[in-house]
């Protein structure tokens, strides 16, 4: 019997492949003869899709010809729960011993929910599952870039807060000490050394090559290999090894003559040059466009693919037609001219300058569409990889341009930002200006992480106050105290992108008391896990912020209230207007962005019923990327990009749902900067249906 | 001569020491006015205090703040009245200014313009306790401060 399985984790943008492939290689690893294990750690799991079986928290076996494989999808909250439930006494009695809180207070704040919880507890459960098998390998289908990102930082939070709990008990250590009376380690510490034990355990076995293998799925795209050589940076940065690339539906050559095929390529070729510029000496394994394959009968062919020996020289392995003279990194122009884009534009008689008018003429339809009374925050989202941004972008524009007095900011909220690439231009974590003086579009990519430091920083007083008060004894040895308020103040919260984002969206939207910043925001979020999980946040972080209102009340003879009450009960507040905003049909909306395509299908499916339980209003789906070649190969996509357009239609008249169907062009390259970004809004179509 | 001196000095020093204290008194005054009206406030927002009961607290408590500057203000402007050679009852005279800094009712950072006004929306007979808060920027001048002005002419 080995030490353990080994782990092979799949992590890339949405939608880029990676549960496909995840499920791939472990059938064909079980195949082999292994035990194998495969688990889905995104909030929003596809695996079942991809196995094509219902799938839950427990390992569920499947038939295979060889081997033994089981299948999972990570429950974040009753993992986190059980989690809490094994350490809780000792958790209790350390907040008992080393602070002010009492068992009322230390209870309330044990039950709250956390944000976050699935990258929390993604690892610690992960292994435990794991370890209630014999498996000798466990495929790990993770979540997008950012929150895998972070999900790999958790064992490093687990051991601060196993610091923090320690320096908590420490005081307790020394008082027992001081009173003469020989200090026994109890429950408390085991719990303590425990918690620094799993964390240290999931680090090293992030970093140990032999346990754990990272492969990153991209597909040939622009803003896919910008965020590979970003992702992998990060991933190197950690010490974790990335060991191979798989380049996911690269595009073979067209059998005759097809004008978007071959532009196509074109891209494809340039994004593959400029990943082995930007990575050089990895690996990359490129797997040829086909549809998604499903169930383990379909998967296994690419299961076997993705096994396969790599020769050593990685450019031989590009498939003969495509890889072969790759041009430089300059990417063809567009090379198609969209049907509607030279249509007449009605001349009003109107004071504006006439191309601010032909831009507003142009941008109503489908700004119409988006748009309604009163409309404040206007939400995109969906699965990972299907053009949300591009989409939020180019609606972003159609209605700044369509009300030029109307301020509107494009925010992303996705840790693995990619607003400037979509834009063309530096955009970062200060508002900058994307349009002209015409209209007034404004944008940015919000860094979670300054933020959190900005606002620590901010009340850092008040917050070391505040600690001070609700830790006990602060005469007896200030050493102690200062070192868990340090530990504390640092101990970033998990879920701090949703956090931050929604912080930040009040802002904007609220002002304190005079003219609010922007009248409409348009919010391009992390895929969809993570933003229902953000559309969630205002009620978990409303209980956070009463609970700690109620202890700085109770304890207000000890602490002053301050900055940090004050800003505390900002925040309440605004956290209810925008409780109220996202309960608006009129003032909030959600635009669902899909392919044409199974598994992006399924997930619109899930993410529109979540979506009518937390009552937001859907205006429209776009499908993005609609295939609009000629050749035959172009003809069999579109056949079957027709077929799950059939099946959208079905599911909005079964549900007597009212969205419009948007229906955006595949563009090759990718439109990228505000006047191929206009240019591509004009050619969708449904827009004026 | 060196004795009556020290005790000149000493009783000059200890008038102005009580002066001083007595001042900060007030400002200490304050700042409790203000931590009891954010206390207040959270109450509220927690649910723990009824709209009426809070809004008749608020105007008491916003009444006791006007009072604290109000003789503050007083004191101020009825201290050194013969170097006040501005002060002419205009509002922005040392003795407005006074009253006129902390004129925006900021509560340790919470507007209770702006609480009032939100109130106004749900409740805008709750509101009504808080005219000078809610419409008026700048409190209206005492009648302390009104003599002191009189006095610095």
Known sequence: MKAGPRFLFFAGKGGVGKTTCAAAAAVALAERGARVLVVSTDPAHSLGDALGAKLGAAPRRLTVRRGALYAAELAADPALRRWLRARRPAFRAVAERGTYLDDEDIDRLLDLSLPGVDELVGLVELRRLAEGGTYDEVVVDTAPTGHTLRLLRMPEVLRRLAGVLDDMHAKHRYLFESLGRGYRPDFADEAIAAVDEEGRGLHELLRDPGRCAFRWVLLPEPLSVAETADGVGALAEMGAAVEELVVNRVTLPPDGSCVPCAARVRAERAALADLRGALPGRPVRLLPEAEAPVGVVGLRALGRRLLGRLSAAPAARVPASAGRAVHGGSAAPAARAPASAGRAVRVRRNAQPRAARARRAEAAPLASQLASRGLRLLVFGGKGGVGKTTCAVAAALALADMRPRRRVLLLSADPAHSLGDALDMAVGDQVVRVTDGSSRLWARELDADRAFRVRRDHYRTAVDDLFGSLLRGARVDAVYDRAVLHDLIDLAPPGLDELFALLTLGEALFAGAGRAPFDLVVLDTAPTGHTLRLLELPATALEWVHALLAILLKYREAVALGDLAADLLQTARGLKRLQALLRDPGGARFVVVTRAATLPRRETERLLVALGRLRMAVPAVVVDALTAGTCRRCRRAAAAEARELAALRGLRSRKRARWAMLLAPASFPPPRGVDALRRWSRTWEGASA | ?153
Do not use: C, F, I, S
Not at chain 2, 77 to 94: L, M, S
């Open chain 2, 1 to 153: 001569m060196l004795l009556v001196d020290r005790l000149l000095y000493g009783g000059l020093k200890w008038v102005l020491e009580q002066v001083v204290a007595a001042v900060d008194a007030e400002l200490d005054d304050e700042q409790a006015v203000k931590e009891e009206l954010l206390a207040l406030q959270m109450r509220a927002e927690l649910g723990q205090v009824v709209e009426e009961e809070r809004a008749a607290l608020e105007a008491a408590l916003v009444a006791r703040l006007r009072e604290v500057r109000a003789r503050r203000a007083a004191r101020a402007g009825g201290g050194p009245a013969d170097g006040a050679n501005g002060a002419d009852g205009h509002p922005e005279g040392p003795a407005g200014g006074a009253v006129g800094a902390g004129a925006g009712w900021r509560v340790a950072g919470v507007e209770v313009t702006a609480d009032a006004g939100a109130a106004a929306t749900a409740d805008a007979g709750a509101a009504a306790d808080l005219p000078e808060a809610r419409g008026r920027p700048r409190p209206r001048r005492t009648r302390a401060a009104r003599r002191a002005g009189r006095a610095a002419r």
